[in-house]
């Protein structure tokens, strides 16, 4: 992906002269980058859990804890709160009524018509490319029952190595649906001996060596363990090139890296809604089929009521006519309370836009960065992140040294600095746009030198 934006050091260095900081770790200096913020105000739309929430026993437990963890799961959104309280009402007040009649305007036989629009925005689709539904692995399911077609000749996937394991779990047992072996149709891309991060090259050489065979190319947008953002339109481009189906998985990239899936010809993505895009624990997911797929009604699929033709839908007919677009691959009525969540945090969004978003965390996790390479050793910690700003988004993925991981995160526990651990030795830490402050980097890395210098008896 070629840069958009100035380097963040060099934005870093500029912006150090300017605040006339002694140096990045001067409090003064994140205090600075804190109030030109555009969008320091979007904080208080969340709930951030106090020091006490997280260790009790802390000191000064009515502060804010800091919060690096949105990777895994966002903060809750006052709005959701709200929200999903309108719903609970409704219900009370009017029953089974509410489908079709809702004091919000939000009935609840449209109610995924709410969140369409604003998700198609984030993943850069067309509103009818996109639905919300089910949740993320079910939602992968789909879609590898529809676009995996393998034949003789075209049978094989290929994912990355280290695919969250749930995709992996899921490529494998569509493979063994068509009574094929893994062990035969499933190439898993492997980084370089010593590596840690797929070369973009490195992918284009196995498609282009094994295109031929592989009827999907299926990789994570941004791959969890490492946040390496991979060159999505490039990787596509090729694969489509030699003939094969290309999927992503975007449950770290939604909310998080500028996406432009209708503009690349993805084939199809699905997401889930809990990380950067701040829905709750186990929120409703989603789904992009391209604009290609929409009238594509012979192929395969998994149907249920929800995809049927909406005007005929309730006169309970059964012969299955699917709607054209995303829509056609819904199962079920989505839960009205996860939707109606999701469409609390994304209220958040519109306040602001991915552009700004995109800007800030380029600096954010740019400034968190910096430090970490500037104040540990790398006989402490490294980082498996890609340093090119352009090849990661908030994630930072620190791995420790001699197997002291665990007591590194504890500490960070005990500290109420909440990020999270993937043994045997990484800690993925993310500072959040909507939600984290220059000052909870700088923070962060105060506390986490202090742990250094005791757990590993060194200065950093």
Known sequence: MTATKEAPQVQLDQLLVESKASSFLDPSFAAFLDERDPLKDLRSEFVIPTRGDIAPEVDRPQESC????????????????????????????????SHFSHRFNRPWARIEETVQEQS?????????EVAVMNTLTSNLHTLLAAFYTPTEE??????????FPSDHFAVESQIRWHKRDPKDSLICQEPRQGEFLLRTEDILETIEKQGHEIALVCFSGV??????????????????????????????AAGNVPLKLHDWN????????????NSGPGGIAGIFVHESHAE?????????????????????????????????????????????????SLSVFEKTSLQDIRTKSYLLTGYLFHLLTTEFSKDVLEIITPADPEQRGAQLSLLFKQGKMMKIFNGLVARAIVGDERKPDVIRVAPTSLYSRFEDVRKFVVELKELVAQIYGTST
């Open 154 to 163: 075209r049978h094989k996937i290929l994912i990355e190595s280290k695919a």
């Open 266 to 277: 993805v084939d199809f993505a699905c997401w889930c809604s809990y990380k950067y895009l």
């Open 66 to 97: 800091i919060y690096l963890c949105g990777n895994s799961l966002g903060l809750l959104p006052r709005a959701v709160t709200r929200y999903v309280n309108e719903e609970l009402q409704v219900w009370g007040e009017k029953g089974v009524f």
């Open 296 to 344: 594509v009604y012979t192929r395969n699929r998994l149907a249920g009521w929800w995809g049927h033709d909406k005007i005929s839908r309730f006169e309970m007919a059964n012969e299955f006519k699917p709607m054209a677009g995303a829509a056609g691959f819904q199962h079920s009525n989505p839960s009205v309370l996860t939707t109606t969540a999701l469409l609390g």
């Open 120 to 128: 198609a925005r984030i993943v850069g689709a067309k509103k009818d």
């Open 223 to 252: 791959q969890y363990y490492t946040g390496q953002f991979f060159e999505m339109e490039k990787i596509t481009k090729a694969a489509q090139a030699k003939g094969c189906v290309v999927g992503w998985d975007l449950a770290h």
